[in-house]
């Protein structure tokens, strides 16, 4: 069987390979998509990305799609529900701040556009690195920073530095696959000016 250069951090597990090889670092413009992403990012916070792989389904289904308009008008008794719900992360926190997620969502997008705001911290355009190890990988940077500021100005929770950059990665924002992956190239070309 012939042997795939793969990003070491996803390990062998079929689904990590699945999502390494068809989703992260490819450029996403969906402002739906985009806030899912965020939103995922923020529950990962102090976990490993691949339990929120093996919970996303059931977080979608929690999460009514990840359709904001919706999540934006839980109430308390909604927020319990979820809470009960052992497919997804039952965190209180990180659920409220999926609903006022929403509501923040639904503010940016009827006033400048999600996609426009999220992708403004890189100046609309791709960050291409060439990195060689997952050691020069940075945790986070001064775009990171940035959006970071910019969520939690906007009312976004759980959207720290480190989050925000792995989402800027996840969604394309950066390409971070290392030089010797098998994806860095395709994913270069996806996100040519």
């Given at each position: 069987m012939e042997h795939?250069?793969?990003?070491?951090w996803c390990g062998s597990d079929p689904l990590y390979l699945a999502y390494h090889d068809t989703e992260?670092?490819?450029?996403e413009h969906d402002p739906r998509a985009l806030w899912e992403k965020l939103i995922l990012?923020?529950?990962q916070a102090g976990l490993s990305w691949i339990t929120i792989l093996r919970k996303r389904d059931f977080f979608r289904e929690e999460f009514e799609g990840f359709d904001p308009q919706r999540i934006a008008l839980w109430d308390e008794a909604r927020v319990k529900r979820a809470l009960q719900?052992?497919?997804?992360i039952r965190h209180r926190g990180k659920?409220?701040?999926t609903v006022r997620g929403a509501r923040a969502f639904l503010d940016i997008e009827s006033t400048e556009g999600f996609t426009p705001f999220i992708?403004?911290?890189t100046d609309g355009q791709v960050i291409r690195n060439r990195w060689t190890?997952?050691?020069?990988?940075?945790?986070?940077?001064?775009?990171?920073?940035?959006?970071s500021k910019g969520l939690k100005k906007r009312g976004f929770?759980?959207?720290?530095?480190?989050?925000?950059y792995a989402f800027m990665q996840a969604v394309g924002m950066v390409n971070d696959h290392v030089t010797t992956c098998h994806r860095h190239g395709p994913v270069s070309r996806l996100s040519a000016p």
């Open positions: 795939i250069e793969r990003c070491g992260w670092g490819v450029p990012d923020g529950f719900n052992p497919g997804i659920i409220e701040a992708w403004g911290f190890t997952l050691a020069e990988v940075p945790a986070q940077t001064a775009q990171s920073q940035a959006m929770g759980f959207c720290g530095p480190v989050i925000c």
